[in-house]
């Protein structure tokens, strides 16, 4: 039966999922994952490329033995983050969003080079430290020997798609939207963005919409893992316009999405960007849809608060799982301990229950004292930040919001999707949730004439699966 393979890498996993169509409705199996975190060396976070290759080799090889009817496979990652290869090969392991050494970065950029307000007229995008242009112009100024002729970048997707194929000859669009260096509105690279932070204009290669083309594995990779030159789309490459592909909206509605998972991205889709000043100071940003649209939305920290807390706890041996973090929020009441959880001192990863404390601290307020107390702090701050987006989004466009979609794996959270229906006062649907994985799937099923266009595949998630209300 004919089946599509999509590689999804978040910012703490990745996951290999088989899709195929049987009766009218998408049918997934995960047949491959491992886990994603970033390393430190020398006070610096990196990714460990090489393994991420070796992680989606190993799910073609796991898929091939169970479906040897593979239309085409491809990869979507988290955004920003890039790769520079000489010779075929990286220069080094890439550099984590998350490494502080971009602060200074940007800062210095918009105090010597470019204004906020002149940037965000170019790019559109949230001025956020781990944005690529600031990667790139600290990453510049500290290594220059990198950006040496012969070399040239990918953007993480793209990067891992040339391992697999050789092929790197496009950069995809909705990643490209992220770097701070595409013409929001030509959808093209801004050369005169590139000037300004001293990287020539064809470091990265031309920028292409998803779908559109279809190539093939190397020879190589192929022998390697005995199987076939499958074909290779680029699918909607950043993960969240993978998964707001996949939110089975009814068009009849004014609709808003959060895509959930370690970030959480809260936005709309929009037919232009928005680039005045306004938007700019609301934190909100211009990315670019599979479907050609805008997705305007704003970064949240997200599950990530979470995520840590536990990692954090777990080291210190208490053993605690994400059901057990849900019933820890459910048993004490909410006290009123608010924080706002986009402030950057959270970004890095870290104590994280500490960093919480010392923010109530810092700002003169009490903080949470018990550990139920401080998960419970967390739920009600996101679902507090959750609604004030949304009054701020609705502000900016002019529109009012009727309905919420969140997607993702944060929708099995319960008691965050109860507490976020309530804070925002509006109906909360939730599902897919693997949205992006079906996202890259829908993508992969258009570019290869499946569907005839994404709405009909939304269609096709809206028929195949049971939406959560609340």
Known sequence: ????????????????????????????????????YPYEKDGHFYWDFQSLVKEIKEGIRKAWVKEQEIVSLSVDTWGVDYVIFRNGKPVRDPYCYRDSRTVAAMERFHREIMSEDELYAHAGTQLMSFNTIYQLYAHQSEHPEDFANGSFGALMPDALLYALTEDHSATEYTFASTTSLLNAEMKQWDGELFRKIGVREDFFAPVEMPGKRVFLLSEAVAKELGVPRLNVVRTASHDTASAVIAAPVDPGWSWAYISSGTW??????????????????????????????????????????????????????????????????????????????DDEVFLAPGDMPARIRTWFHDHYLAAPETDAELVRCIYDSLATCFRDKIRIMEFCTGRRVGRLHILGGAIRDKFLMKLTAEACGIPVFTGPVEATATGNLITQMVGCGELHDFEDGRKLVRESIEVGQY
């Open 264 to 341: 959480a991205l809260l936005g709309t889709e929009l037919g232009v960007p928005r680039l005045d000043s306004r938007d700019r100071k609301a934190h909100f940003t211009n990315e670019g849809g599979a479907n050609g649209k805008i997705r305007f939305l704003s970064n949240i920290m997200g599950t990530w608060l979470l995520q840590e807390t536990r990692r954090t706890w777990n080291e210190q041996g208490k053993n605690i799982s994400f059901d057990e973090l849900e019933q820890m929020a459910q048993s004490v009441p909410d006290r009123d301990f608010r924080f706002n959880p």
């Open 1 to 36: 039966m004919k089946c599509w393979l999509a590689f999804d890498l978040g910012a703490s996993s990745g996951r290999a999922v088989l899709g195929r169509i049987r009766d009218g409705k998408l049918e997934m199996e995960e047949i491959h994952r491992f886990k994603n």
